[in-house]
């Protein structure tokens, strides 16, 4: 099956709203339009916000933004399900937020393969993305599981050539995701941040 890949690196254009149990929507609206104006031209939020998810993904869509929705590890997959027709990206958390360098959570697999399922069944193309913990092995693993989307920050960044290791990535979620469509690769902005703007161009300009 032929199938377009790109290479993407994100910097500041994937916002994450994270986890704000207990608090109100007003509040949460607004910091999607502060993100908004920041210009992200992507915003996910939580589905653990549970009852304020309906209102923030129609807002997020009336900026003009795409919309992401994220699950944390301990949270069931099936509360995203009624969600998965409104979105463009389902992020699929492989460690609780909060820090970097955590090991990867291998129970999230089957949410990803649970995933992938409904977006064929139902006939939908939003991506599948995956952060926490990934590396060669388990991009690997999320690949052959369904994800097209990964992000990644300690594995990259922690050896000698970024170039190499990111070109090495691509290349293994590639070959074991054949057939998943167009695979995307980003960098973690904390990682990014810590790395510099002047290896991000020269990454760019070797790939």
Not at 28 to 38: D, G, L, N, P, Y
Not at 123 to 151: P, Q, Y
Request: charged share 25%; proline share 3%; aromatic share 4%.
């Amino acid at each position: 099956m032929n199938r377009h890949v790109r290479l993407g690196i994100n910097i500041d254009h994937v916002a994450t709203l994270r986890n704000a149990r207990g608090g109100d929507t007003p509040k949460v609206i607004e910091a999607a339009k502060v993100v908004e104006e920041s210009g992200a031209d992507l915003i996910t939020v939580h589905v653990e916000l549970e009852d304020q998810v309906s209102s923030l993904l129609w807002k997020i869509r009336s900026l003009d933004k795409q919309v992401g929705l994220a699950i944390n590890p301990p949270t069931a997959i099936e509360k995203v399900k009624p969600f998965l027709e409104k979105v463009d990206l389902l992020l699929v958390m492989t460690v609780n937020p909060g820090f970097g360098g955590q090991s990867f959570i291998e129970e999230c697999v089957p949410k990803i393969q649970q995933v992938y399922e409904w977006r064929e069944t139902m006939g939908l193309d939003f991506r599948i993305e995956v952060d926490g913990g990934v590396d060669l092995k388990t991009a690997a693993e999320c690949a052959r599981a369904g994800a097209n989307t990964f992000v990644a920050g300690s594995a990259l960044f922690g050896q000698r050539s970024l170039t190499r290791a990111v070109k090495k990535m691509h290349k293994v979620a590639t070959q074991v995701g054949d057939g998943y469509g167009k695979l995307v690769l980003s960098l973690s902005i904390l990682e990014l941040m810590a790395g510099g703007l002047l290896l991000l161009r020269n990454l760019l300009l070797k790939i």
